[in-house]
């Protein structure tokens, strides 16, 4: 539902494209929330008020990353870029808000290795920017396709990267949150064990599990493991895009990681902010929740393509998993195929000389 577009805010011709606009232009208002085709950092200095966010939810861009080689002048190119955004971060959010960052990994060019460049992010917000970290989440995304293919597919030296880092920080150690707003269904083996009774004794690690095991409290305290095929296609948003012939973005969230950390971050009415908003999934997420929102995206392209998350009233039903969908993902233990006849050399030079076809 996109109740206002305020012509007076419109850009016009000579504005900048590719940089982001110098002022932030409102592209979509809700009733509860306002996106705007804008570079962050100058909006969250000209349009959020000192303390005034519960929830910074986002996932920066990554890319920068992939342009460099060797040494650490990744993470460093990165931090530096970084920064007036991490310090808008600590201004606006209240003292009990939350900063929650999806953050990819990244390879190095031309090289099996990894960039440290999250880690580095996650100390220099921790030590120069007095985050705490409240709790580091890894989403596992099931479909992720096998990459990067040169060390994966074709040398075979390396696993799939499925999991994302999701860093929760926050600017007290007791940020506002409750994990009763996350709970997850009794796995059929804890459902067995609340039938059949639990009786109190140690386990092989020295912990005394106590009777209170067995008590049934309708559902269970979820892992930081959170599980999320970004296979999701928002019809809406999509079928939007498409006839407006817009981009569709090609790194948006599946809405359930957004919808998460709302759930667990904030109350109705708290207010919720994307910096990096992309197509604007976590204004979404917001606005079908009642809590204010704020999105800021450089690039009005997707801006513009996020206003189709807005056309209709379906933005305030909720989205549940049908029955379709799989209730639950399994991941094998290891060891299933392992076995004793079945011995592949390593390779001695640590897969450096290509292998003439995979294998
Ligand atoms: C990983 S995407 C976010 C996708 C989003 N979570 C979604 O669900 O669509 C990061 C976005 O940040 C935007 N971005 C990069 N620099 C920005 C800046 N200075 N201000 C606002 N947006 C920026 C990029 O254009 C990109 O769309």
């Known amino acids: 539902m996109v109740l206002s577009t305020p012509p007076e805010n419109d850009p016009g011709d000579d504005q ?10 409102v592209r979509i208002r809700t009733l509860y929330g306002s996106a705007y085709w804008a570079d962050s950092v100058n909006l969250m200095g000209e349009r959020v008020v000192d303390e005034s966010v519960d929830l910074i939810m986002t996932s920066p861009p990554f890319g920068l990353v992939r342009k460099k080689e060797y040494g650490n002048a990744d993470a460093d190119d990165y931090l530096a870029w970084f920064r007036p955004f991490a310090s808008h971060f600590t201004r606006i959010l209240k003292p009990q808000g939350s900063l929650v960052i999806d953050i990819g990994g990244a390879w190095k060019s031309g090289l099996p290795t990894k960039s440290l460049y999250q880690y ?164 979404e997420v917001a606005e079908r929740l009642g809590r204010r929102w704020i999105c800021g995206e450089i690039e009005e392209k997707y801006v513009l393509g996020a206003q189709g998350r807005f056309q209709s009233n379906d933005v305030n039903k909720p989205k549940r998993p049908t029955q379709r969908e799989p209730k639950a993902y399994n991941i094998h233990s290891p060891g299933l195929l392992w076995d004793d006849t079945i011995d592949v050399p390593l390779p001695e030079d640590g897969g450096r000389i290509r292998p003439s076809k995979s294998h």
């Open 120 to 283: 580095e992010l996650l100390i220099t917000l921790c030590k120069e920017f007095d985050f705490h970290l409240a709790q580091e989440f890894f989403w596992w995304n099931p479909s992720r396709l096998p990459s990067p293919a040169e060390w994966v597919n074709i040398r075979r030296i390396r696993v799939k990267d499925a999991v994302n880092n999701i860093f929760w920080l926050s600017k007290t150690p007791w940020p506002k949150a409750s994990n009763r707003r996350v709970l997850t269904p009794y796995s059929q083996s804890m459902r067995n064990l609340l039938e059949t009774g639990y009786r109190s004794k140690k386990r092989p690690s020295g912990h005394d599990i106590s009777e209170n095991f067995s008590t049934d409290n309708g559902a269970a305290i979820p892992p930081n493991l959170l599980a999320a095929a970004n296979t999701e296609s928002n019809s809406q948003y999509l079928k939007y895009c498409e006839d407006n012939n817009l981009p569709i973005h090609p790194a948006r969230f599946p809405s359930v990681i957004p919808e998460y950390f709302v759930r667990l971050l904030t109350d109705p009415d708290d207010m919720v902010v994307d910096p990096f908003a992309g197509s604007c999934t976590t204004g």
């Open 16 to 25: 900048p494209k590719n940089g982001g606009p110098q002022e932030p232009f």
